[in-house]
């Protein structure tokens, strides 16, 4: 049966992403969202914090982990003036206005909260899904009757941080101070005269840490593992993903790959030395950007532990037999759980990560009808935003039938290999990618992948920059479904729209003869040392 209505459950990143893909196909979507207004993960706590509502997750000091060229939408670029790193309130703005330039807005419902969601009672025949929602109001705590609506097809988008991870260690119950998830942290005012530990290893560890470090009286930052520390800026000062993420590095062996990484995790200090040294070998580790976690490390005002061992009522002993007393506070910033409430099947979309099976992170991989997928289920070494954008595309044009699925045991071979080789890179069970081959891989299923020979035959300076240059977004947008006349444009000033907001001083380059005046005056003073001292 043919796929018009979809269901979209989500209005944060990957919903809209889901809505935008799904009204260029020529489909109808209906995007459900339990806020009253759209974002996500993006949201402030200020303005999701409601009755029945979580709040936001976001905290004052956050900044992107990946530079806003790499982040943009393939059709929708950032404004110039916008930095090269972005803050929630710019990520906000911009997601507000790509909803109000495509009219995504007429399209989602707010404050509706979607309870279950199960296959039609003709199912089997149709492929159709019936969804029950709910409307919500701020400070309205009456019960509002639930409608049901049946669908042709379902995309869920609300992502991987719903539930947050808290661990239990022993002695934890008996710890009297405050214990929060770094999904509770908004500064490191809250902790200002404190002495506050911090569990975790990746960006949001280093984020809290170092805030907590400007007020608190000692900060304890344990880290199993230890982690890949990596600034923002690489070589020249390009962003380091703009940097790293080419198609042409990601066809070069990992272990080559790691040799050439190496020097941007170690270049400006030794790990060892600052206790950061990652247990596991390069990318197959937490990996954390930050900027300035060297800095608080040197001043004292940050000490890196290793795992907690267990708790005390006043402190904490780590694995190496030190401890830590008159703790006052611990963030766990221990990431999330997968959580679908709206199934009562899990085995339609497993919440843990060891069960899941989604077929290339995308598609419930024992379902008989293509119609029911998941969009933003996924994490990469590099933005987000481009990787749910290429999922909807992906998505919708297997519901127009103009991309096909393989057979079931093909997608459970898929699924089985992405875990395996998962488990074994970390240890554990993960949704993880490379963004440029897992770009590739689904952006060549629906046509949009670049077609570099005929680049070479007719743009040959094109070609050489979208393969041997950053793999922006705008790539995905040269060829295939909805093409974008904007996109070489948008690939070749790359740079510029990186580097021109920060251009606000004016300065003249020394001569070009500096350089070499400054040889001779060296060459110089060597002849004159040897001949006075030989």
């Known amino acids: 049966m043919p796929v018009k209505r979809v269901a979209v459950i989500g209005a944060g990143v990957a919903g809209l992403m889901s809505v935008k893909s799904c009204l260029e196909a020529g489909l ?56 090269p790193y972005l803050t929630p309130r710019h990520l906000l703005a911009y997601y507000r206005d790509f909803a109000s330039h495509f009219k995504l807005d007429r399209h989602i419902r707010l404050a509706a909260e979607v309870t279950k969601v199960a296959p039609s009672e003709d199912h089997e025949t149709t492929g159709q899904w019936e969804v029950w929602s709910q409307p919500r109001r701020r400070g309205d705590s009456a019960e509002h009757a639930t409608t049901s609506e049946v669908f042709d097809a379902v995309i869920v988008a609300t992502g991987m941080y719903n539930t947050a991870v808290v661990p239990n260690y022993p002695g934890q119950g008996e710890f009297t101070g405050e214990i929060l998830h770094s999904n509770r942290f908004r500064s490191g005012e809250q902790f200002a005269g404190k002495t506050v530990l911090v569990v975790g290893g990746s960006h949001s560890a280093g984020d809290v840490a170092v805030d907590a470090s400007r007020y608190a009286k000692q900060v304890y930052l344990s880290m199993r593992d230890g982690a890949w520390v990596i600034g923002r800026f690489g070589p020249g000062g390009m962003p380091t993903d703009a940097f790293g993420n080419h198609r042409w590095k990601s066809m070069v062996p990992e272990a080559i790959r790691r040799r050439m990484a190496k020097p941007l995790f170690e270049g400006h200090f030794d790990p060892d030395n600052l206790g950061l040294r990652c247990k596991r070998q390069l990318f197959d580790g937490y990996m954390m950007v930050n900027d300035e976690i060297q800095c608080r490390i040197i001043c004292g005002a940050l000490k890196c532990k290793p795992g907690v061992e267990h708790f005390t009522s006043g402190g904490v002993v780590f694995e190496d037999g030190t401890r830590v007393d008159g703790l006052d506070a611990v963030v766990f910033a221990t990431g999330y759980e997968l959580s679908f409430p709206f199934f009562e099947d899990n085995s339609i979309i497993a919440d843990n990560f060891a069960d899941l099976e989604l077929y290339m992170h995308v598609w419930p991989a024992r379902r008989a009808h293509p119609t029911m997928a998941a969009v933003g289920v996924v994490s990469a070494l590099g933005a987000q935003t481009p990787l749910f954008e290429l999922q909807s595309r992906w998505v919708v044009q297997v ?20 875990k395996d080789a998962a488990f074994q890179k970390f240890g554990r069970h993960r949704i993880f990618c490379y963004p440029v081959p897992y770009c590739e891989e689904v952006a060549a299923k629906f046509g949009a992948r670049p077609n570099f020979i005929k680049l070479l035959l007719t743009d040959p300076r094109l070609a050489l920059r979208t393969f041997f240059g950053p793999a922006y977004p705008p790539t995905y947008r040269l060829n295939g479904p909805h093409p974008w006349k904007g996109a070489r444009d948008a690939i070749m000033n790359g740079w510029a729209n990186t580097v021109n907001p920060t251009r606000t001083r004016t300065v003249a380059k020394p001569a070009a003869g500096g350089a070499l005046s400054t040889a001779i005056v060296v060459a110089v003073l060597l002849i004159g040392f040897v001949f006075v001292f030989s």
């Open 28 to 83: 109808e979507p209906v995007c459900f969202e339990r806020n009253d207004q759209i974002g996500g993960v993006w949201l402030t706590p200020e303005l999701t914090s409601w009755e029945g509502v979580r709040g936001g997750t976001v905290y004052q000091c956050l900044m992107t982990n990946s530079s806003k060229e790499m982040t943009a939408i393939s059709d929708f670029p950032f404004p110039r003036e916008y930095p």
């Open 399 to 418: 519901f127009l039938g103009n991309a096909q699925l393989p057979s079931i045991d093909e997608r459970l071979e898929d699924v089985k290999r992405r």
